[in-house]
Nanobody, 115 residues
């Protein structure tokens, strides 16, 4: 059974930091591309950052230089370090696993940034 469990969300003031985690099980974590997505109310879900199995990264323009995606293959865990948070970063953040065997989503964690 595949499980992706996000944690680390919460309420933070603008300019603050949060670190999201996504603990994976039931997948070949080290072989998969992993990504963080977010969805704000009334908006479409969008890609925030993505990391390949060898650690190549890609970021949305809106978060480049503020967010850092990383992975610990030994722990089957994906991370998103978010610094200099802005109110427009408020959204539900989702972890996604991508592979030729199928794509899987976590349940999401709420991030709220107050001004």
């Amino acid at each position: 059974q595949v499980q992706l469990v996000e944690s680390g969300g919460g309420l933070v003031q603008a300019g603050g930091s949060l670190r999201l985690s996504c603990a994976a099980s039931g997948i070949m974590f080290s072989s998969n591309v992993m990504g963080w997505y977010r969805q704000a109310p009334g908006q479409q879900r969008e890609l925030v950052a993505q990391i390949t199995r060898i650690g190549n990264t890609d970021y949305a323009a809106s978060v480049k230089g503020r967010f850092t995606i990383s992975r610990d293959n030994a722990k089957s865990t994906l991370y998103l370090q978010m610094n200099s948070l802005k109110p427009e970063d408020t959204a539900v953040y989702y972890c996604k696993s991508l592979s030729s065997y199928g794509d899987y989503w976590g349940q999401g964690t709420q991030v709220t940034v107050s001004s």
